[in-house]
């Protein structure tokens, strides 16, 4: 059975950094991408960073360019989300999820996790 | 305001069809087949019901179903059911990112 734990969420004063991290369990990690979705409460999903199985390629949305780093280590079957700089627009139910296809990005995302909440506020 | 555009509603009656549509430009939707579909219950994380346009995973009902027409996808469930009623994401791909639409809620009457 796919399991994907996240963890690290919590609240932040704005221009602070978090890391969170997702536990992945019950699927061969390192041939699948990973994806960061998050939603801001009582709004619609965000995509906001994905990975390919070896860790070599990312891609980011804009809104998070220059401040998040997507990474994982796959002996540990886990993904990080390294957050700098962050900002009230921020906070958001983040959820880390499976890609759907081995190998592939783009073919939406079939397993998430139940997402860690960050809140950015002084 | 998000790239793709849903309508807000749409609502049914138990054993109709609905539609949802997804538009976006020739730069998302009209220029790639990675159009997916969500499905979220309240307090829920989101579910994949369609992906690559018209692709079911396993294990989601055949009452489900997707489509694309130029920059317009659309989302078909038949035979409408009340555990039916949630919000409906579409995502795209675009140039090196995804994009998703604003949400649906699904009402059944």
């Known amino acids: 059975e796919v399991q994907l734990l996240e963890s690290g969420g919590g609240l932040v004063q704005p221009g602070g950094s978090l890391r969170l991290s997702c536990a992945a369990s019950?699927?061969?990690?390192?041939?699948?991408?990973m994806t960061w979705v998050r939603q801001a409460p009582g709004k619609g999903l965000e995509w906001v960073s994905v990975i390919s199985g070896s860790g070599d390629t990312t891609y980011n949305a804009d809104s998070v360019k220059g401040r998040f780093t997507i990474s994982r280590d796959n002996s540990e079957n886990t993904l990080y989300l390294q957050m700098n700089s962050l900002r009230a627009e921020d906070t958001a139910l983040y959820y880390c999820?499976?890609?759907?296809?081995?190998?592939?990005?783009?073919?939406?995302?079939?397993?998430w996790g139940q997402g860690t909440l960050v809140t950015v506020s002084s | 305001q998000s790239v793709l555009t849903q309508p807000a509603s749409v609502s049914g009656s138990p054993g109709q069809s609905i539609t949802i549509s997804c538009t976006g430009t020739?730069?998302?939707?009209?220029?790639?087949?990675?159009v997916s579909w969500y499905q979220q219950h309240p307090g829920n994380a989101p579910k994949l019901m369609i992906y690559?346009?018209?692709k079911r995973p396993s294990g989601v009902s055949n009452r489900f179903s997707g489509s694309k027409s130029g920059n317009t996808a659309s989302l078909t469930i038949s035979g409408l059911q009340a555990e039916d009623e949630a919000d409906y994401y579409c995502s795209s791909y675009t140039t090196s990112t995804t994009v998703f639409g604003g949400g649906t809620k699904l009402t059944v009457l």
């Open positions: 999820a499976k890609d759907t296809l081995p190998g592939r990005f783009w073919s939406g995302v079939d397993y």
């Open positions: 690559d346009v018209s």
């Open positions: 019950g699927f061969t990690f390192s041939i699948y991408a």
């Open positions: 020739s730069s998302d939707v009209g220029d790639y087949n990675f």
